[in-house]
């Protein structure tokens, strides 16, 4: 099953350039995570972001949360061509370890 | 480099044939997970084990059996799969089974299952 809906589904953007992706979810949770995956491999977790939390930094990364609206955002400054993947959000639903992905981005930069 | 290991990479199998994808960790992790990918799709959840325990299954069919022989190995048998079943396989660990401790997980690299 799917936990919601992320947008845009593709984004292209010039190297130097921001990229913002935005994940929406369903259900109470705990956490919510972002991946990134590059085509045909294995995913790499990013950065977790708890539900009290409502913004978090990691490098270039920066992630927001807002359980109210239950969406989350993530954003990469200053993008370089080998950001070029597809980027899930994930969450925990509250009471379970039932990670659940959204659709995903997929985000090319040119260089 | 993952620290979770799946075997083989690449798999062709007949409609009949019975096969099995490998799963191993060595971080001492105690949930472990099964995802199945289509192209362009997100990971769909498959199975859950926690501490060696089936915990979660997402209404596989029977034809995908898992296994979790000890804490560092999972297994998923294969016997008449279908080939819409063909796609990415992904096994997942975390370090806690517990509901109450959750984290990231650490992705294998997938099997690219085949099924002619």
């Known amino acids: 099953s799917q936990q919601g809906e992320e947008d845009p589904q593709a984004l292209s953007i010039q190297e130097g350039e921001n990229a913002t992706m935005n994940c929406s979810y369903k259900?109470?949770?705990?956490?919510l995570q972002w991946y990134r995956q590059n085509s045909g491999r294995g995913l790499v977790h990013l950065i977790l972001i708890r539900s009290n939390e409502r913004e978090k930094h990691s490098g270039r990364l920066r992630v927001t949360l807002d359980t109210s609206k239950k969406s989350s955002s993530l954003l990469i400054t200053a993008s370089r061509a080998a950001d070029t993947a597809s980027y899930f959000c994930?969450?925990?639903?509250?009471?379970?370890?039932?990670?659940?992905f959204g659709a995903g981005t997929r985000l090319f930069v040119k260089a | 480099d993952t620290e979770v290991t799946q075997t083989p990479k690449h798999l062709v199998m007949g409609m009949t044939n019975k096969k099995s994808l490998k799963c191993e960790q060595h971080m001492g992790h105690r949930a472990m997970y099964w995802y199945k990918q289509k192209a362009k799709k997100p990971p769909e959840l498959m199975f859950v084990y926690s501490y060696e325990k089936l915990s979660i299954n997402e209404s596989v069919p029977s034809r995908f059996s898992p296994e979790c022989p000890n804490s560092s190995l999972l297994n998923l048998h294969l016997h008449a799969l279908q080939p819409e079943d063909s796609a990415l396989y992904l096994c997942?660990?975390?370090?806690?089974?517990?509901?109450?401790?959750?984290?990231?997980?650490?992705f294998g690299e997938g099997s690219r299952l085949t099924v002619l």
């Open positions: 259900t109470s949770i705990n956490n």
């Open positions: 994930a969450t925990d639903a509250t009471g379970g370890f039932k990670t659940i």
């Open positions: 997942a660990s975390r370090t806690h089974g517990s509901v109450t401790q959750t984290g990231e997980l650490f």
